[in-house]
């Protein structure tokens, strides 16, 4: 499975922007896939996750402002980031699971299997 994040770029504080992640594979619809992001200097950390089912779960820094959602006819996973904040700057990685994974786990990047290249996200203040 290959994943290939695009949508990123630079925004204004306040401002939106929507990443997609494509997968090379259908059995992409069926895989749980997560958002992680990783600011310079700083761990990569959890943002998002939406379940074959269409579960989501999201970190606490993000919630109420990205949405995830997936259009399983085009394989591919949005989020949808509003209101963003300085802070919010990082490159974002879309990842994939090869299984389903517990919803104890969806936060861990050692669940997820495949990962894209990343895309840059850039929140001027």
């Known amino acids: 499975v290959q994943l290939v994040e695009s949508g990123g770029g630079l925004v204004e504080a306040g401002g939106s922007l929507r990443p997609s992640c494509a997968a090379s594979?259908?059995?992409?619809?069926?895989?749980?896939i997560g958002w992680f992001r990783q600011a310079p200097g700083k761990e990569r950390e959890f943002g998002a996750a939406i379940g074959g089912s269409g579960s989501t779960f999201y970190a606490d820094s993000v919630k109420g402002r990205f949405t995830i959602s997936r259009d399983n006819a085009k394989n591919t996973v949005y989020l949808q980031m509003n209101s963003l904040k300085p802070e919010d700057t990082a490159v974002y990685y879309c990842a994939a699971a090869a299984y389903i994974v517990p919803t104890a786990l969806v936060a861990k990047s050692t669940a997820y299997n495949y990962w894209g290249q990343g895309t840059q996200v850039t929140v001027s203040s």
């Open positions: 594979a259908r059995i992409f619809n069926t895989l749980p």
